[in-house]
């Protein structure tokens, strides 16, 4: 099992940027694929980016792509999430996960994430 605590979220005017931070304990985190996913007011929680366990492989939502970076740090046990040229249609709750299916690859389906972290708000205003 393993535990995750977001941070770094706040409130920002478009274009600026935020690094999100997920730090996790237990489990070796090394261990688990990990992804970053976003829930704004009256919709469902979507796909962001996700990350392969050794780091070398990412994948982002086409929203994203080309402003947000995955990566993580196994040796620190923290994921994170560098978001840049921020818009308002990125508000929402972010949050970190983790799947932990052996697999050389990534995943980008919510539903074979286990762990969850509390969340983090992130606000864009125009």
């Known amino acids: 099992q393993v535990q995750l605590v977001e941070s770094g979220g706040g409130l920002v005017q478009a274009g600026d940027s935020l690094r999100l931070s997920c730090a996790a304990s237990?489990?070796?985190?090394?261990?688990?694929?990990m992804g970053w996913f976003r829930q704004a007011p009256g919709k469902e929680r979507e796909f962001v980016a996700t990350i392969s366990r050794t780091g070398v492989s990412t994948y982002y939502a086409d929203s994203v792509k080309g402003r947000f970076t995955i990566t993580r740090d196994n040796a620190g046990n923290t994921l994170y999430l560098q978001m840049n040229n921020l818009k308002p249609e990125d508000t929402a709750v972010y949050y970190c996960a983790a799947d932990p299916k052996y697999s050389s690859g990534y995943s980008i389906n919510r539903h074979s994430y286990d762990y969850w972290g509390q969340g983090t708000q992130v606000t864009v205003s125009s």
């Open positions: 237990g489990r070796t985190f090394s261990s688990y694929i």
